[in-house]
Structures are given as structure tokens and as C-alpha cells.
């Protein structure tokens, strides 16, 4: 929201008026206080507060400088016409809250733009672009990267418009077959919808309307999302009838291959600074590339909260790790979207139960499916500030965090036996370090006065009291742990000398 400027002190003597009109900012404690203060030294002033909103504005603001604004003011002029001044106040004011309520998270207003503006724009411009129209015969289908509830993921390629690639690969030489991987430069995954799968297409459904609306939301948070095609006939993977969804490539591995070896982090330093440090303490090294990994994955996070989502399934393998040391998100079948209700059913917990925080569901159980999506819509900011949903994400994020710093706690069977433990004390991390039996080596959390150790204390708890006793994605980024942290990345560049991989 933008808000006029503050008066100088030039223009509060000359124009004391000014003080009455100027907007406050909401939750603004000491605007509140100055402006009562002003009201009882000057009551006859202020009396053009409450008794004349025309003048006040056309004093406060040049109007003829913003003829949008201009317009609209007149608007409000011709609407108000008949109405007594505190009649008009009234009006503001409501229009006021209205505007702050419609703007809160997650964004009725944002939301209801996106749904009937942005996604029919974006549906028009995919058909005229082609899109829309994906078909079998685009793509070649790799290795099988893995295999979910609902779908199998392969890795693959587009073919190009003059290759006709099912005679080349399946009747080729050895040799055509490499002339061919050649040409294949623009590489895909592609994600094959199980068939006769309950609830499996339902689920895809779901993955490709979130791919869509992130595209349109934050982009640079997720995999880039090409499209769907129905496999017009059967032959080798392909099964007449059956659903495939297409990405582009963001890279080799995930947060989670990296994890498994044994080098990690060193594994990422090159990829996430563009280049290795020399002469920087082992420990701190370590620290750095934990804690650039770990900004990254908190802002796409609060970019997905932003915009209502919760992605319900956060964990190392649904993180891609790009070349250009970009941390994607993937795997959205999970995900919901609580302004209008997308894929929310009251009482389904989705998420790797590795990852899963205590609560178990992102709304009390006790919630009520959702209305229809109007009315959903307009309730979302009430449920969102009762509730926070987003909370969920956090816990799993905080799991990331103590993997990645703790050796021990990268292997599933490690993990699991943390996560008993943790369980047994009632998820208070800080009792998880005095009393288990195996001694973890909290050496990188401990780091700068245990800033690292805090922040994933205030991450890996229990909801608590009004279920905020988490910290959000907005608040960990502020958190003491990352202050400084990439001037700090960027001083230890520029001190020390470098050499590529
Ligand atoms: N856009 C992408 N770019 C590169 N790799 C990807 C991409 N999307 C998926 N992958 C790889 O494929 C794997 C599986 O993808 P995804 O998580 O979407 O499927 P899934 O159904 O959950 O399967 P799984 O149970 O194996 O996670 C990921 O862990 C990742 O290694
Ligand atoms: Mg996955």
C-alpha cells in the first residue's frame, strides 16, 4: 500500500493543517498519538478534519497532477453528494478497512485478479503460443527419475519441429541414436500420470493448477511448468488416454543427492557462489553454503505463503538445485491453496511423515470444508490470521535446516530415530540436545553465539498457544541468523582469492 510522505517540520508550521489530513498508516501507534495530540491543542483546525474532506484534500494533494487520482476524486464526489460529512468519514473509513481486509494475506483482492483476469489472459496467450497443444509425439522419454503415489517421473527432451524422432530412436543405428541425443538439446522431466490409480488424476489435476497459478504468481520459486498432453496412442511408455505433465529441466540433482554424499555441503559451494573459497575456516565455510541454501528455500517459501499456498510436502527431494545455484520448488501434488480451498480437505494430511510437523494438518481438524470459492475467498483472511497455515511449511524447513547442519541426521535411518526422540520430548528441541543418547555435532548451528541452533528452535516446535508458536517465513528471514549473512558471503568473496573447480 503506498502512503504520502510525511509532512516536514517546514510544512507542519506553515500548514498545520496538513496534520489533520494526512492519511495514518494503519497500526501506526505514533501517528495515533501525534494526531489526538494535535487534535486537543487545536480543535478548531482539526474541526476541518472531520467537517471538510474536499478541502482538506485538494490542500494535501495537488490533484491536477494525478489525473487518475483527480477522477477519481470527483467520482467519490458525485457518489458522496448527498451524504452529511460524517457520513463520508464513515464511508472512508469503511472503504479503508475494506481495502486492508481485501489486501491482508492471503490476498482476496490479489487472488480474485489472478483468478479472472491473469489465468483467462494466461489461457489465451498459451493456445496462441501453442501451449496448450503439447502432444506425444514432442517428446522423448529418458530414464526414470522416480516414482511417486500417483505418477512416475522420467527425464526426457523436446524433439525438434523436423525430427521425426519414434523411427530414428527405436529402428536407428548406434550412431544415428548419438546424432540424435545431439539434437535433443532442450531437456524436459515429464511426469506420467498413473493410470487406474485412485485419486491419481485428481492429484495431477491439482499439481497442474498450482504449476499454472505459481507461473503466474512466483515464477522463480518453482521448476518452469510447459504443459500437459493425453497420449494419443500407446507405444513404449506412452498409454493411450494417459495423462502426462512437462517441466523444463532445472538440473541434476536435488537438495537431497547432494545431501547423500559425503562431500556435501563442499558439493554446493561452487554452484551456489559461483566459485570455491580458499583460505576460509572449514567450519565457516560449511555455514555459509548451509545458510545461502537455506535463505533461498525461507524466501520461495514466503513467496508460496504470499500468495495463499502451503506446499505440505517440503523436503531435500522436492528441492532442485539449478545450475546457477538457484533452489527450485517441486512437487506440488501436496501443496493447497487456503484462499479459495484448492485441494483442502479437512482431516487429509498429506505430507512425508520424516517432515510432517506435530499438528499434522495445516487447519485444525474441527475447520469445515471450504465453501464455494467466492465465499471462500472472502473468509480466507479471517481463517488465515486464526490459523496460520503456513506454519506447516516452517516445521519441514526447520528438518531441512537440522539435516543439512548435522551430519548425522542426513540418512533416513538417522532422521527417523531423531524424530522418535524428538517426539518423546514433546518436540522441544532444546531437550533433545540435553538428553539424547547419541552426541550430534551441533558445531555450525553453534556458530556466531548459537544463532543457527535458535533459529531452528523457533522452526522445529510445537504450534503452542493461538498455534503461533512457530516462527513464519517473513519472521525467519529477519532472524539474527541471517542477518548479515550475505554481506558476510560477499565480504568473505572479496577478501579472499578463488579458484574454479
Ligand atoms: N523440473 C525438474 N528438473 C530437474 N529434476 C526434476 C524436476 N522435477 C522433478 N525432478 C526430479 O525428479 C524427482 C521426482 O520428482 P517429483 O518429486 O515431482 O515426483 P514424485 O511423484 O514426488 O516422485 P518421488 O516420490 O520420487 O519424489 C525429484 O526428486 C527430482 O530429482
Ligand atoms: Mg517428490
Request: net charge positive.
Amino acid at each position: 500500500m503506498a502512503y504520502l510522505p510525511s509532512p516536514s517540520a517546514f510544512t507542519i508550521k506553515h500548514n498545520p493543517r496538513f496534520i489533520c489530513t494526512r492519511p495514518l498508516r494503519p497500526n501506526s501507534l505514533h501517528n495515533l498519538c501525534f494526531f489526538t495530540n494535535r487534535l486537543k491543542n487545536h480543535p478548531a483546525k482539526c474541526h476541518a478534519f472531520f467537517g471538510n474532506i474536499p478541502d482538506a484534500l485538494e490542500e494535501t494533494i495537488p490533484l491536477d497532477q494525478f489525473p487518475l487520482l483527480r477522477s477519481g476524486y470527483m467520482q467519490f464526489q458525485n457518489f458522496t453528494e448527498d451524504l452529511s460529512e460524517a457520513q463520508k468519514w464513515g464511508f472512508l473509513v469503511f472503504a479503508g478497512f475494506t481495502w486492508i481486509y481485501l489486501t491482508a494475506r492471503p490476498g482476496v483482492l490479489i487472488g480474485a485478479i489472478d483468478a479472472y483476469l491473469l489465468a483467462p489472459l494466461q489461457l489465451g496467450f498459451n493456445s496462441l503460443t501453442g501451449k496448450t497443444s503439447l502432444k506425444r509425439s514432442d517428446f522423448v522419454v529418458g530414464n526414470k527419475l522416480g516414482e511417486g503415489s500417483f505418477g512416475v517421473v522420467y527425464s526426457g527432451a523436446i524433439v525438434p519441429k523436423n525430427l521425426i524422432v519414434e523411427d530414428k530412436v527405436q529402428k536407428g543405428r548406434r550412431g544415428k541414436s548419438m546424432e540424435l541425443d545431439k539434437k535433443l538439446k532442450d531437456k524436459v522431466i515429464l511426469k506420467k500420470v498413473k493410470v487406474g490409480i485412485q485419486g491419481a488424476e485428481e492429484c495431477a489435476d491439482f499439481e497442474e493448477w498450482f504449476n499454472y497459478r505459481l507461473s503466474r504468481a512466483a515464477p522463480e520459486t518453482c521448476a518452469e511448468f510447459l504443459g500437459s498432453f493425453i497420449a494419443d496412442k500407446t507405444s513404449s511408455q506412452f498409454t493411450k488416454g494417459g495423462k502426462w505433465l512437462v517441466w523444463k529441466y532445472e538440473g541434476d540433482q536435488s537438495l537431497a543427492d547432494y545431501m547423500k554424499d559425503r562431500n556435501f555441503p563442499f558439493n554446493l559451494e561452487s554452484v551456489m557462489f559461483g566459485q570455491v573459497l580458499q583460505g576460509v575456516d572449514t567450519v565457516k565455510r560449511n555455514a555459509l553454503i548451509i545458510k545461502q541454501v537455506m535463505r533461498q528455500i525461507i524466501t520461495s517459501l514466503k513467496k508460496i505463503h504470499d500468495t495463499g499456498i502451503v506446499h505440505r510436502d517440503v523436503k531435500p527431494a522436492n528441492l532442485v538445485v539449478t545450475k546457477r545455484g538457484q533452489i527450485k520448488l517441486i512437487d506440488f501434488g501436496a501443496a493447497t491453496d487456503l484462499r479459495i480451498g484448492k485441494n483442502y480437505v479437512p482431516n487429509r494430511g498429506l505430507l512425508d511423515p520424516d517432515y510432517c510437523p506435530p499438528e499434522l494438518y495445516v487447519m485444525p481438524e474441527e475447520t469445515p470444508s471450504p465453501p464455494p470459492e467466492p465465499i471462500a475467498a472472502l473468509l480466507s483472511p479471517i481463517l488465515w490470521q486464526l490459523n496460520s497455515p503456513d506454519l506447516f511449511d516452517m516445521y519441514s524447513a526447520g528438518i531441512v535446516l537440522l539435516q543439512m547442519a548435522v551430519p548425522t541426521l542426513r540418512s533416513t535411518a538417522g532422521l527417523k530415530n531423531f524424530n522418535s526422540e524428538l517426539k518423546a520430548f514433546k518436540y522441544d528441541l532444546n531437550k533433545w540436545r540435553e538428553y539424547t543418547r547419541r552426541i550430534p555435532d551441533l558445531t555450525i548451528l553453534d556458530l556466531d553465539s548459537g544463532r543457527g541452533w535458535d533459529l531452528a528452535t523457533k522452526l522445529i516446535s510445537e504450534r503452542g498457544f493461538l498455534r503461533r508458536g512457530r516462527l513464519s517465513a517473513d519472521a525467519a528471514l529477519r532472524h539474527p541468523y541471517f542477518l548479515l549473512g550475505g554481506d558476510q558471503a560477499a565480504a568473505v568473496l572479496s577478501k579472499f582469492s578463488f579458484s574454479r573447480d
